[in-house]
């Protein structure tokens, strides 16, 4: 834009000299370039007026969520101050009752709390899978199951650092386990290293040709 125009300038200052500067372009070229300036001049304006308009709509959203968050928030305030928070009716306007919220970090009910033990069991998958299913307890950050034929003390560990947490915390599988029956041993530890009370399941892996669930 600004090169344009001090180019419109030079041509306007050549072209008054007596005789007229042989440097200058033709009139067509100049309309042309200052048809162009205009035209972009125009979109500039347009762009700014849009880029305005989204800003003010943008404040006036904000303006108005904020509005309505308050009135929300003292409609909330004013329900558990008339029944509580834990009233079944504050779900018809679209509140959650306290009981109803519910976070990954949030134990559900019946979870067991340190030092347990864990829920543990063991069911056999066939081909000398044994699949070990292993449950929350609060407190408690990472677990180890050891694996020994009934009737011994010939512990031997399986899996560990296992992890409790909801998100991670999967059921492990112990493969290629030779036939015989075994008893299984869940322990879980807390940030202290301490071990829980230990959980036990027994499994029968079968022979070949006799597998059962």
Same mark, same amino acid.
């Given at each position: 834009?600004?090169?344009?125009?001090?180019? &419109?300038?030079?041509?306007?200052?050549?072209?008054?000299?007596?005789?007229? $500067?042989?440097?200058?372009?033709?009139?067509?070229?100049?309309?042309?370039?200052?048809?162009?300036?205009?035209?972009? $001049?125009?979109?500039?304006?347009?762009?700014?007026?849009?880029?305005?308009? /989204?800003?003010?709509?943008?404040?006036? &959203?904000?303006?108005?969520?904020?509005? $309505?968050?308050?009135?929300?928030?003292?409609?909330?305030?004013?329900? &558990?101050?008339?029944?509580?928070? +834990?009233?079944?009716?504050?779900?018809?306007?679209?509140?959650?009752?306290?009981?109803?919220?519910?976070?990954?970090?949030?134990?559900?009910?019946?979870?067991?709390?340190?030092?347990?033990?864990?829920?543990?069991?063991?069911? #056999?998958?066939?081909? +000398?899978?044994?699949?070990?299913?292993?449950?929350?307890?609060?407190?408690?950050?990472?677990?180890?199951?050891?694996?020994? &034929?009934?009737?011994?003390?010939?512990?031997?560990?399986?899996?560990?650092?296992?992890?409790?947490?909801?998100?991670?915390?999967?059921?492990?599988?112990?493969?290629?386990?030779?036939?015989?029956? #075994?008893?299984?041993?869940?322990?879980? #530890?807390?940030?202290?290293?301490?071990?829980?009370?230990?959980? #036990?399941?027994?499994?029968?892996?079968?022979?070949?040709?006799?597998?059962? /669930?």
């Amino acid at each position: 834009m600004a090169a344009i125009n001090a180019w &419109k300038r030079c041509h306007d200052r050549l072209l008054a000299e007596v005789p007229p $500067d042989s440097r200058v372009v033709s009139d067509a070229i100049m309309t042309q370039l200052l048809t162009h300036r205009d035209i972009v $001049d125009d979109l500039a304006i347009d762009a700014r007026a849009e880029r305005k308009e /989204r800003i003010d709509a943008n404040a006036a &959203k904000i303006a108005l969520f904020d509005a $309505d968050s308050k009135l929300l928030s003292f409609l909330f305030s004013l329900c &558990k101050l008339t029944w509580g928070d +834990d009233d079944s009716r504050l779900g018809l306007l679209g509140f959650v009752p306290k009981s109803e919220i519910w976070t990954p970090g949030t134990p559900e009910p019946g979870t067991p709390e340190w030092p347990g033990p864990a829920e543990f069991e063991a069911n #056999y998958l066939g081909q +000398d899978i044994v699949e070990l299913v292993y449950g929350p307890v609060i407190g408690a950050v990472i677990g180890t199951i050891r694996r020994a &034929k009934s009737g011994t003390t010939d512990w031997e560990i399986v899996a560990e650092g296992l992890p409790m947490d909801d998100v991670n915390r999967v059921p492990f599988r112990d493969t290629d386990v030779p036939p015989a029956e #075994y008893e299984y041993e869940f322990v879980c #530890y807390n940030n202290a290293n301490e071990p829980s009370e230990a959980a #036990y399941a027994t499994m029968v892996v079968p022979e070949a040709g006799n597998a059962r /669930r």
